[in-house]
C-alpha cells in the first residue's frame, strides 16, 4: 500500500525502521491507531462527565425535580383540603369541572359525580378545577424557590437575585449596578443628559 512521504509524494517503501517482509505490522499498526483512539475517546467522555460544571447541573435538576414533588404534594395534599372545606366546594377542587355537553348517559344538572365518569361517558369538559390546582402549585413552587434563592444570598456573598432597573434612555431593564446600559451604551450617571 503506497503511503505519503514527509516531501508529499507516494512511495511503496516501509516507513524508516520497518521492513517489507512483515504484513503483520501494517494490522498491528492499524490495531494500536484504533486502540488509541478508542482510548483518547474514552478518556474525552470521561473528562466531560465529571468535570464540575456538569455535575453541579445534574446534582441541580435532581434536587429542583425532587424539591418540585415535595412542593405539589404540599400544595396538594396538605393546603387544597382545607381550602375545599372552607370554600362551599362540595369537592376537592381538582374534581370542580363544568360540563359543555354531555356524554350518552348524561341526566341534565348533577349527571355526573367525578370528572373521570364524565371523560369516561365522552362529555366535553372543561376542568377548571385542575387549572387552579396547576395554578396553585405552580405559584407555591415559584414562591418556595424565591425563598430559597432568597435565603441562599442572604448566607451568601453569591447574587442569585439579580436587581433590574429600566434604562432611562431606551427603556429596557439593566442591572441595578451597570454603570451603562447594555442595549443602548448610554451612561446611567446622567452624562448624555449634560451634554445636550
Not at 447541573?57 to 425535580?65: D, E, N, P, R, V
Request: charged share 20%; proline share 4%; glycine share 10%.
Amino acid at each position: 500500500m503506497p503511503r505519503l512521504t514527509t516531501e508529499g509524494t507516494y512511495t511503496d517503501s516501509p516507513p524508516p525502521g520497518r521492513s517489507a517482509s512483515h504484513d503483520g505490522d501494517e494490522d498491528d499498526d492499524l490495531l494500536d491507531r484504533g486502540r488509541a483512539k478508542a482510548h483518547r475517546f474514552l478518556h474525552g467522555f470521561i473528562d466531560f462527565a465529571f468535570q464540575g460544571n456538569v455535575l453541579e447541573i445534574a446534582f441541580g435538576l435532581i434536587i429542583a425535580s425532587m424539591f418540585t414533588a415535595l412542593v405539589t404534594s404540599l400544595v396538594t395534599d396538605i393546603l387544597l383540603p382545607p381550602i375545599s372545606v372552607l370554600l362551599p366546594l362540595n369537592k376537592n377542587l381538582e374534581e370542580k369541572f363544568a360540563v359543555l355537553k354531555g356524554g350518552s348517559n348524561y341526566k341534565g344538572e348533577g349527571g355526573y359525580n367525578t370528572l373521570k365518569q364524565a371523560q369516561a361517558d365522552g362529555a366535553v369538559v372543561m376542568a377548571y378545577g385542575f387549572f387552579l390546582n396547576r395554578l396553585i402549585n405552580f405559584i407555591g413552587v415559584g414562591m418556595s424557590l424565591y425563598g430559597m434563592a432568597a435565603t441562599y444570598q442572604f448566607f451568601s456573598k453569591d447574587p442569585i437575585i439579580k436587581r433590574t432597573v429600566r434604562c432611562r434612555y431606551c427603556r429596557k431593564s439593566i442591572s441595578e449596578k451597570a454603570a451603562r446600559c447594555i442595549n443602548c451604551t448610554s451612561w446611567q450617571d446622567g452624562r448624555e443628559d449634560r451634554l445636550f
